[in-house]
């Protein structure tokens, strides 16, 4: 009995291994190349990571900034300052400007196994093949093979290092319940998340006042020592951050600028024309419905619930950047296993406070982004995960003790063959998913999104970095969607920081701005009017059609993206 037991936990420790490994495999493998290109805020966050580690400034010269002014998006600066050991090691490439999302995707999923164990510790095994298993372990595995998790954890996008953070900071807050010592980590990470995304601004204060709520009798029990520790050191380490906003006003323009309570939204203009309308016609109805209070109301709830939309989870996604080819952000395998696992959470026999936790975690995730234009959006509400990958272990749990619990003859089947015909079914259904998933990311996605992931603009500048000083000046289109072009010749040329701080860092920013360094412009091409002797940068459009180009850079599906002209 003994021998048989140490067996299964040996099984079990190799079945984790092997998530581990399938995590790290998806996460590294083939890192630099897929997706075939960084996009514009990987370059920024790679250019002033490399600018901070040469000169101790940002590219517009502030000195070890808490937040990156970048294209006045004013990104927390947590992603910067993580590349830096790795510009040390590799030097500045796409590989060391993706690595921390990598690391922090494969953390992710080892936290994950973590959490859901502290969740639920007496939850009941399943084994097939003496492997037992249960909701930590299938968990981890879904959050391993993740599309959503996986597109976030191959780019640098800050929003997954938060997620990382986020989900250490629950598994240690929840810890720190019976240990009083542990809450001390869960404020660390906690107040580093707010560093790493936007939306954890909003998102943190509100999860942790929920838990508080929920969990607020153990809190009582536990040292009050450790308590105001835990409140002291969040609150020391949150203060860089509020006092860069304090100090900062434009640090908010982001914000400010997705935000549906901006008068820079379409929405508001289109509001105000309603409004108008009702009142010189005197529609009261219309005046109250079409009121901007009402219509702001109506947007954030409709936000919110746009996020739930099962054609936008399992079918379409939001942007390419956001999905692979053809495939939503989570598989259709798990779409009915989600459900049987919301319905186990809600009448199953688990802890009042464990449902709460959950519930908690998955309604809370939306909020930041239900304030916002564009939804919805998957990376502000990344914080969704890893719920929907516990809901859908739940089901899978719950639907394997079903099948496992038949013990009579259908249609004259055995159970013991219906058994195998159940589980064969779902392995094939479920490997097809996941091999047509992988099909998409690692093989298609580079062909059908390399524009997303504005490719060319290596080749082009390896073509020129040779021939510019042969030429007065060399002018690069800023126009779309060549957008922040100035970032891919920062980025690919290593430019020396201090040169561009001297000569370009004061720039005001914005995204479609004149800017020069060196002998290079950045604004909108109009050949008609530009001068002889200069080398030209642009799309197909800002040349005449039959024009002689040096150098044309396609798109990997063929279509023109970037040419050269000289004048």
Known sequence: MAGLVSLRILMNKVFFGIVIGITILLRFWQLGNVPPSPDWDEASLGYNAYSIMQTGRDEYGEFLPVILRSFDDYKPGLYAYLIIPFIKLFGLSILSVRLPSAIFGVLAVIGTYFLVKELFPNIKKHSVFSIQYSVPEISAL????????????????????????????????????????????????????????????????????????IYWRQILKVSRKWIIGAVLLGILLSIPMFSALINDPNSLLRAKGVSVFSDQTQFLARNVAKYADDVESHDIIGIVVDNRRVEYAKAVIAGYIAHFNLNWLFITGDIERHHAPNMGLLYLFELPFLLIGIYQLVFGNFSKKTKLTVFAIFLIAPIPASITSGVP?????????????????????????????????V?????????????????????????????????????????????????????????????????????????????????????????????????????????????????????????????????????????????????????????????
């Open 142 to 213: 879904l959050l391993a093979i993740s599309p959503w998790h996986l597109q976030f954890s191959r780019i640098a996008f800050e929003a997954q290092v938060g997620l990382a953070l986020n989900i250490f900071s629950i598994l240690f807050f929840l810890k720190g319940l019976k240990r009083g010592f542990y809450l001390l980590p869960a404020a660390v990470f906690a107040s580093l998340s707010i560093y790493a995304y936007q939306s954890e601004k909003v998102y943190l204060p509100i999860l942790f006042l929920i838990l508080i709520l």
């Open 377 to 409: 959006h998957a990376v502000r509400t990344i914080n969704f995960l890893p719920t929907f990958q516990i809901l859908t272990a739940m089901g899978i749990m719950a639907a394997l003790q079903f099948v496992s619990s038949i013990k009579y003859q």
């Open 411 to 567: 249609l004259s089947i055995k159970y013991l063959k219906l058994r195998i015909i159940l589980y064969t079914f779902f392995f094939i259904l479920s490997s097809f998913n996941i091999i047509y998933f992988i099909n998409q990311y690692f093989v298609q996605q580079n062909y059908y999104h390399s524009e997303s992931w504005q490719y060319g603009w290596k080749h082009a500048i390896d073509y020129i970095k040779p021939i510019e000083s042969k030429y007065d000046k060399v002018v690069v289109s800023n126009d779309r969607p060549l957008d922040q072009s100035y970032i891919f010749f920062l980025y690919y040329l290593k430019y020396d920081p201090k040169i561009y701080q001297s000569e370009g860092g004061t720039r005001t920013g914005g995204f479609k701005e004149d800017h020069k360094f060196d002998n290079f412009e950045f604004r909108i091409i109009n050949w008609n009017k530009e001068e002889e002797g200069g080398l030209y940068v642009g799309r197909p459009e800002d040349f005449p059609e039959d024009i002689q180009t040096l150098k044309k850079i396609n798109y990997l599906n063929g279509k023109p993206a970037i040419m050269i002209v000289g004048k």
